[in-house]
């Protein structure tokens, strides 16, 4: 089967690879791949920012049906809609596992940079990790369970009140989720971008954002302040994954309000940690998933209180890999989604 694949170490270095397809071995099940999303993260494994272990396939945001399982397997069965975490193995015993943030643990390996991935017609991953898709709920949208599940784990971090009023910089696919769970949860959220995110601000819009607000056209520190007597936005969510959109959420929340780092730099950024200290700020760094974050996710699909159908703007084959990755960089659209099927 082809896959795209990181080759090797360096800048770029990805292509199709030709690669034996999987077998099932116990514990572990077969999906055929019906959609995997093209993630912020595969971006940086292009780039040489995020550890992988090349030759390797790439993509972790994945649903599809099973099409064959190890004896021992019970949860599904074969023709099940399922997506899955993209936890590959772990130690299992380290605090961190036993704490359930396996996230942590330091023999932890993923499908997509340990492992091979979703971006192949099949990929190989253990029961415990795989999910049933709820009833109305297809492989499409499926797909991106993961994102959004990591956008809950991120408001489970950082404890939104219905109260709240929010900031979320950076209206991408992870903005764009992040909105929606933040609006679930009851709070007033602000979607901010720039005058290259028309498109997606409007997005934002149709899924429910109080007010979107654009940079260098519309008084931010305003528009904040009219909302919150004048005292700024009680959390901020950074999605961009920028040095600007971070200066701008610091900017935007209150004093002793609360920052949470959502969209990941890829590399270092200048940050002004002033404001940190001058404004007490309680700062929350976030990543990946836990099992509650998985379980709600998957419980407001069902329920249409969370949709990410909306946010695939593009589906296209493995060989238009360049493409999906040229239009991810050129911010064009909103979710790319390969068809390996």
């Known amino acids: 089967m082809k896959g795209v694949a990181k080759l090797r170490p360096g800048v770029g270095q990805v292509g199709l690879l030709e690669a034996p397809e999987p077998t099932a071995i116990p514990g572990h099940l077969i999906v055929e791949v019906t959609a995997a999303g093209l993630c912020g993260t595969d971006v940086h494994i292009y780039h040489d920012e995020y550890p992988c272990r090349p030759p390797v396939i790439m993509g972790h945001e994945v649903a599809g049906k099973v099409v064959d399982a190890a004896s021992d397997v019970t949860r599904c069965a074969t023709g099940d809609s399922v997506t899955c975490e993209p936890n590959f193995s772990l130690c299992g015993f380290c605090p961190y596992c ?46 991106l369970t ?15 009140e219905p109260s709240d009023v929010a ?50 056209r519309d008084d931010l520190q305003n528009s904040v302040a009219e909302r919150t007597d004048g005292q700024g936005a009680d959390i901020a969510f950074e999605c961009s994954g920028a040095g600007p959109g971070a200066q701008t959420a610091l900017d935007l929340v209150r004093h002793r309000g609360r920052y949470v780092q959502v969209g990941l730099f890829g590399k270092p950024v200048l940050w002004d940690l002033e404001q940190v200290c001058i404004k007490e700020l309680q700062v929350q760094g976030t990543f990946a998933t836990v099992a509650s974050s998985w379980r709600k996710t998957l419980s407001l699909l069902q329920s249409g209180q969370l949709q990410t159908a909306p946010l ?30």
């Open 98 to 143: 036993r704490a359930g943030m396996p996230y942590h643990c330091s023999q932890r390996s993923s499908i997509g940079s340990g492992v091979n991935g979703a971006f192949a017609r099949y990929v190989l991953v253990p029961e415990r990790s795989v999910h049933l898709l709820p009833e109305g709920v297809d492989e499409w949208a499926g797909s």
């Open 146 to 160: 993961e994102p959004l599940a990591c956008c809950v784990h991120a408001l489970e971090n950082s404890k939104v």
């Open 167 to 216: 900031v979320i910089t950076g209206p991408g696919a992870i903005g764009l989720m992040m909105l929606q769970v933040v609006k679930a949860a009851g709070a007033q959220a602000l979607a901010i971008g720039t005058d290259t995110d028309e498109a997606r601000l409007d997005l934002a819009r149709q899924l429910g954002a109080d007010e979107v607000l654009v940079v260098g």
């Open 312 to 341: 695939i703007s593009h589906r296209l084959p493995l060989e238009e890999w360049q493409e999906a990755f040229d239009l991810f960089e050129r911010r064009e659209g909103v979710k790319i989604v390969f068809s390996p099927s």
